[in-house]
């Protein structure tokens, strides 16, 4: 949980970093490869093929080419069609598909315990409602709908990927990352624009500091966490980082915030995660005795 705790408070400063100085600005294809590239760097020292067979490699590298590579192709776009707290409140559904493709992944049957736990996760969520319908809203919440599923396929596939081979963190990061970076080359390749790169030194500044902070530590402790905890945990968690990033948005740019909604929204968040520590966990305990 401090992991995941720790991760939520810095990736909620990425998401106005980019809404504000990036999108529509940088070329969001060089921005992705620059962050990747970047966080795969930290953990070049640590990658290791030797004694570690085919099936485990592909594994955390399809995790990485899922979490990190596809799912920024999506999320960097969403900025052009929706506003920061929009990209954030749109998170609102990680939590199912976090539950559900877990359950799918271990080839069980659903757990009803975890999908309410995570249904009242997303209640929470939904309570803050910031909504403006515009021109291209619904194509924008289709594109970070598609970035949340991808972000939920690639943690849940790290995690698995760790009960069935399980290794060093350090070394399965390293894994997870070239997953990622061979997704943002042949991105940049394909779509990149050379006249659109950074101009200011805040552009850089912010790309740096996405790529080391927030991509590769952040990333790095938030898939420890997430080996740490039970899917339902995981699920509620993914949702934590909206109240959070909705505040330091306000905060920082100065909007105002619906205090009503966005207490109460918080308030049910964290209900939800009493709830399920207190009695679905319990369940489960239950049912394996």
Not at 198 to 225: C, D, E, H, K, R
Not at 230 to 259: R, S
Request: glycine fraction near 10%; charge should be positive; proline fraction near 4%.
């Amino acid at each position: 949980m401090p992991f995941l705790i720790i991760t939520t408070v810095i990736w909620s400063f990425s998401f106005s970093l980019i809404g504000v100085y990036l999108a529509g600005q940088v070329d969001p294809w060089f921005s992705i490869l620059m962050r990747v590239g970047l966080a795969t760097l930290l953990f070049v020292p640590f990658m290791r093929f030797s004694g570690i067979s085919f099936k485990a490699c592909i594994a955390f590298m399809a995790a990485g080419a899922c979490q990190l590579g596809i799912m920024y192709l999506f999320y960097y776009q969403s900025f052009l069609y929706l506003t920061v707290p929009e990209v954030l409140l749109f998170g609102i559904t990680m939590p199912i598909y976090v539950t559900l493709i877990y359950d799918l992944l271990k080839g069980q049957s659903l757990r009803w315990g975890y999908l309410f736990s995570a249904l009242l996760a997303v209640l929470g969520a939904g309570v803050i409602n910031f909504s403006h319908p515009r021109e291209n809203f619904w194509f924008g919440m289709l594109i970070i709908q598609t970035a949340n599923f991808f972000f939920a396929l690639g943690q849940v596939g790290y995690k698995r990927a760790m009960e069935l081979y399980p290794m060093p963190s350090r070394q399965s990061s390293a894994l997870f990352y070239l997953g990622a970076l061979c997704v943002a080359i042949v991105a940049w390749l394909l779509l990149g624009n050379v006249e659109q790169l950074p101009t200011t030194s805040v552009q850089w500044g912010i790309l740096v500091w996405l790529g080391l902070g927030a991509s590769g530590m952040g990333y790095f402790m938030w898939n420890y966490g997430a080996g740490k905890v039970d899917a339902g945990t995981l699920a509620i968690m993914n949702n934590a980082m909206i109240p959070v990033g909705l505040m330091v948005n306000f905060l920082i740019w100065q909007e105002e915030p619906e205090w009503g909604k966005t207490l109460a929204g918080g308030a049910i968040m964290l209900l939800s995660l009493w709830i399920h520590k207190r009695w679905v966990v319990i369940e489960d305990k239950m049912v394996k005795a």
